[in-house]
């Protein structure tokens, strides 16, 4: 397992379901079940003010199977605009595909929804979730996505 740094991961009976950062104020989690994601709240604070990249790690199943790699979160900001592309690297549990970048999301209260659609083998594939800037000066992201296959989790800190 690599060095996460500040960051823990949430362990429920054994099972691992999410990340956290005490030091940075954030949390994304799934149940036990794998169902019902959970996000450090949203708040004006946790707004990004600053371009730049985060950088960490995913993990979660890909159709049942334990898969992990690198999590980047790009923001950028014209005028009063803020918005944030995530995009997954290494992932291994999909045929054909190796990484994944989401279309820019609007930023609100430090909150973004990713979103991307991606055709592998003829076959249309969408994901989608959440993610939360926060902690001082903005300095971590975490976040979930999920659909046709895929739960995970992902964050992310500003170096």
Do not use: C, K
């Not at 055709?119 to 993610?131: A, E, F, I, K, R």
């Amino acid at each position: 397992m690599p060095d996460l740094g500040q960051w823990n991961v949430i362990t429920v009976s054994g099972t691992e379901v999410g990340y956290e950062n005490a030091t940075l104020g954030l949390s994304a989690q799934y149940d036990i079940l794998g169902m019902n994601p959970t996000l450090t709240a949203s708040s004006p604070m946790h707004q990004p003010t600053v371009t730049g990249t985060w950088r960490g790690m995913w993990d979660g199943y890909v159709d049942g199977n334990r898969d992990d790699g690198t999590a980047r979160v790009d923001v950028t900001i014209q005028g009063s605009a803020v918005s944030a592309t995530l995009t997954y690297s290494g992932i291994d549990g999909v045929p054909g595909l190796t990484s994944a970048t989401t279309a820019p999301a609007s930023v609100t209260d430090g909150r973004f929804a990713p979103s991307v659609t991606l055709t592998v083998d003829g076959q249309s594939l969408t994901y989608s979730g959440q993610g939360q800037f926060g902690g001082a000066e903005q300095r971590g992201v975490v976040g979930y996505m999920s659909g046709d296959g895929l739960r995970s989790v992902f964050y992310g800190t500003r170096n």
